[in-house]
């Protein structure tokens, strides 16, 4: 069942882009139109769509007169749909795809014009997920910046909600499409993630390509909308509670986005997804986050391989950005915890939980003056920068490439001299002195108290703390465990070449 009211965009015809001869209920899926980018090798894109029972389907890609291949499957009955696998082809085109159906010698056909081959990403979450190009720094000129990037192909999910997993797309906002200032500057939080067509631009220019982008996002929604019923019961996720008003301002009922926006698209042959999602759980199931994200992750990946014939990799890529910061009048741990849950608790990715995935820290990216809430950082281009980063190393596998910053390595109590001594695996670049953004926690009588503890001394990869605040034993460190850790691009700590700044981390300290 699709709620009332929540159908937004253009409701898909029967027949949208089928030729005129088409028979009545044969066509593609719906996400398979004009200017669509398909998965390149070493997969094979999957095309399929609707027909009549018993009918023979011919799908054949052609090149100007060429044909490069045929493939010929029958309509399910069950389900009214067929489907096939093109054999991998290298990124290029453009090529035509047609469809034959036929049925008692009864032929209907229909094409999709200007296909190209290349790497296909999935872009899912939130508000900070949804924001257009429009609403971030320097719109005008990104808006502008377009010509360049005719092969980077858009496309943009409807928000509708569905009780049921649903097989294809009930609406769509943006259909394939080449980017203009117009499609990617429509309003407030509708039609393209900016986020996203930044993140598939500096893949664009990194790997010289076709690049197809999906935006299916939705503002103000929890994890578990976006989650299916498998693995919310995987992690305990209680039935329906009361749900806080301050932060989910969406759809909560557990799975109706999972069902809509996402499972749809399951059949797609995908390169990777990034995600951008969280401020929604921090006053709702925030304590088991540490689960539902890696779980959310785990059955996106088995669906979408499942779906696609095997196409889609079984551990395929998935990056994530980090929470931001946000100016709040409560004192609350609601971001860093979601922060470091966001990791599996494990402070940085890949980890064991969350095999190959790749993480854009944005704490230090904060905005005050943000016209739509601090909650709402404008600056998207170093978010992106960032996401891509880490798809270069961990999706697309290049070497000595840093993407994220220094990580502790080490950390000592030097009690005889009151200092704690934290070694990092990377370099480091103090860029300030602060000293309140790491703090101790400092335990007497069974009582622990967490005390801030001053930058001292610094080298290459090495920083000592002063601790003689602690009159106790000192038993944690943590850093940067606030909503607001610091001023734009000013945390204390950063990798010196890459600029990344050094995620936040809590860390229990034993003799």
């Known amino acids: 069942m699709v709620t009332p009211g929540l159908v937004v965009g253009l409701l898909l015809p029967l027949i949208l882009w089928a030729d005129k001869s088409a028979g009545i209920g044969f066509r593609f899926a719906s996400y398979i139109s004009n200017n669509v980018v398909l998965q390149k090798e070493p997969a094979g894109a999957v095309i399929w769509g609707f027909g009549t029972p018993g009918a ?5 890609l052609c090149q100007g007169q060429e044909t490069i291949m045929k493939k010929v499957t029958s309509v399910k009955a069950h389900s009214n749909t067929w489907m096939v696998v093109l054999d991998p082809m290298k990124p290029g085109g453009p090529f035509e795809v047609m469809a034959q159906q036929t049925l008692e010698k009864i032929n209907f056909t229909m094409r999709v014009h200007d296909v190209l081959f290349g790497d296909v990403w999935l872009c899912s979450g939130q508000s900070n997920m949804q924001m257009t190009v429009l609403q971030i720094l320097n719109a005008t000129r990104e808006l502008s910046n377009t010509a360049a990037y005719q092969s980077v192909r858009i496309f943009s999910v409807s928000p509708i909600q569905a009780e049921q997993e649903l097989e294809d797309l009930v609406a769509v906002d943006l259909q394939w499409s080449k980017p203009t200032e117009e499609n990617l500057g429509h309003g407030n939080f509708t039609y393209m993630s900016a986020v996203c067509w930044l993140f598939g631009r500096h893949l664009y220019d990194t790997l010289q390509y076709p690049i197809g982008l999906i935006s299916s996002s939705w503002g103000g929604t929890p994890i578990e909308a976006w989650s299916s019923g498998r ?18 301002t969406g759809p909560a009922k557990h799975s109706v986005l999972w069902n809509a926006m996402i499972h749809p698209l399951c059949s797609m042959t995908l390169k990777g997804v990034v995600w951008y ?5 921090i006053n709702y199931n925030m304590d088991l986050y540490n689960c539902t994200f890696p779980a959310l992750i785990e059955d996106w990946r088995q669906t979408f391989h499942r779906g696609s014939q095997g196409q889609t990799e079984q551990y395929f890529p998935f990056g994530f950005v980090q929470l931001s910061s946000y100016l709040s009048k409560i004192r609350s741990d609601g971001f860093p915890q979601i922060r470091w849950h966001q990791t599996a608790d494990f402070g940085y990715v890949p980890n064991l939980k969350m095999p190959n995935t790749f993480m854009a820290v944005a704490m230090d990216l904060c905005d005050r003056e943000s016209p739509f809430g601090s909650i709402h950082p404008r600056d998207k281009q170093t978010v992106a920068y960032r996401l891509h980063l880490g798809a270069r190393a961990v999706a697309y596998g290049e070497k000595n490439l840093p993407f994220q910053g ?18 990092y695996y990377q370099e480091i670049q103090v860029q300030k002195r602060d000293n309140k953004i790491f703090e101790i926690s400092c335990c007497s009588d069974h009582q622990c108290k967490w005390l801030p503890a001053s930058m001292n001394t610094f080298s290459t990869q090495t920083l000592t703390l002063t601790i003689n605040s602690c009159h106790g034993t000192v038993v944690a460190l943590r850093y940067a465990w606030t909503t607001w850790p610091c001023e734009y691009k000013q945390c204390p700590l950063y990798h010196p070449s890459s600029a990344l700044p050094a995620p936040p981390f809590i860390a229990f300290i034993t003799d």
């Open 56 to 60: 023979t389907v011919t799908v054949t």
């Open 277 to 281: 999602q969280g401020e929604s759980n």
């Open 231 to 248: 693995s919310l019961k995987a992690c305990g996720v209680p039935k329906q509670g009361s749900v806080p008003s301050d932060t989910v």
């Open 406 to 423: 220094p990580l502790p390595e080490k950390i000592e109590r030097l009690a005889h001299k009151g200092l704690l001594n934290v070694t």
